[in-house]
């Protein structure tokens, strides 16, 4: 077996190199790219668990870093403050969700006929792009089905995940094709952990909305609509908010104000433990993009939608 240094960025993989690291993760595919300046700020190598990680760098200083497992970005860091927030129960073995970052979703978002919020966060993604733009890195995330997908969900897709670091954003786009011969249907969303002071912890944008609150029964959500201008955590919090703004504002209570800005994500949602993870429900909140309604998807045809996490 061959270990990946953490020094090596994507243009020095020469052809035998890249020969090794698939063997060495058999089914994760990495594009061939420019040489010249296509990945300028990537970075990939083996982090915890012996998993494949990547690290972006910015030529402003900001840095993230991503699993192939799961396609899951674990950190998003503007100066030295990390943003997002990865449990300490979080197991990176290659057989459960990594448990913080920006899990995925897909194709069920929450319980259903399915395993909870479905495959794609269990599954290996493959990198088949990467690009240098201004000094922000940008990479590319697949996942197609497979056996693993087919034995939940018998349908043939191809899942594109488009991973921007800007000097003060993190950015992705998700597109999802229908490669299929029959229609299908899916719900989906980024499970976004914020590194947070729970106590201090609030979220602007969400007055008017419909909401669903899982609390105190997730079989039976109460129906309700948002009156407040500023959403708290004041414990334990479960709460989908229907017909969602396209920007809204995080207050981690650590002073950041987080901008969460999307196109084509209707719907968000607020999670916290509380008690229910007494290790660690005071360090982060969710607040999570979300499509809660199906998207019925013909052959051939695509859905796509965008998040910015920007912070001042």
């Known amino acids: 077996m061959v270990a990946i240094s953490m020094t090596w960025s994507l243009p020095t993989l020469t052809s035998s190199k890249l020969s090794r690291v698939n063997r060495r993760y058999s089914g994760m595919a990495f594009a061939t790219v420019n040489k010249d300046t296509a990945t300028l700020g990537v970075r990939i190598g083996e982090g915890l668990g012996n998993l494949p990680k990547v690290v972006l760098t910015s ?10 497992y799961g396609g899951c970005v674990t950190s ?3 100066g030295s403050k990390d943003l997002l927030f990865v449990r300490p129960d979080a197991v990176f073995n290659g057989q459960k969700p990594i448990s913080g970052g920006i899990p995925h979703c897909f194709p069920q978002f929450g319980p259903g006929p399915m395993q909870q919020h479905g495959f794609a966060r269990n599954s290996d993604w493959s990198i088949v792009d990467s690009d240098n733009v201004d000094g922000s890195p940008v990479i590319t995330l697949e996942l197609k089905d497979s056996p693993y997908s087919r034995a939940m969900w018998d349908y043939s897709f191809q899942a594109l995940y488009k991973i921007t670091l800007d000097k003060n954003s993190l950015s992705t786009e998700l597109k999802i094709t229908n490669t299929d011969k029959k229609p299908f249907s899916f719900t989906t969303a980024l499970h976004t952990y914020f ?14 909305c419909k909401t669903l609150n899982k609390d105190p029964d997730p079989k039976n959500p109460i129906e ?16 989908v908010y229907l017909g969602a703004a396209n920007e809204l504002y995080l207050d981690n209570g650590l002073g950041d104000i987080i901008s969460i800005k999307n196109t084509n994500w209707p719907d968000a949602v607020l999670w916290n433990p509380h008690l229910t993870m007494e290790a660690c429900y005071k360090d982060f909140v969710c607040v999570e993009n979300a499509q809660i309604g199906n998207v019925d998807l013909e052959p051939e045809k695509s859905w796509v939608a965008t998040q910015q996490l920007s912070v001042g």
């Open 59 to 68: 030529s402003h200083g900001s840095e993230a870093e991503l699993y192939l």
């Open 76 to 78: 998003w860091k503007v």
């Open 195 to 208: 590194s947070a002071a729970v106590s201090g912890a609030s979220v602007k944008g969400l007055k008017g």
């Open 224 to 239: 309700g609509t948002e009156e407040r201008d500023i959403v708290t955590y004041p414990g334990f919090v479960d709460c």
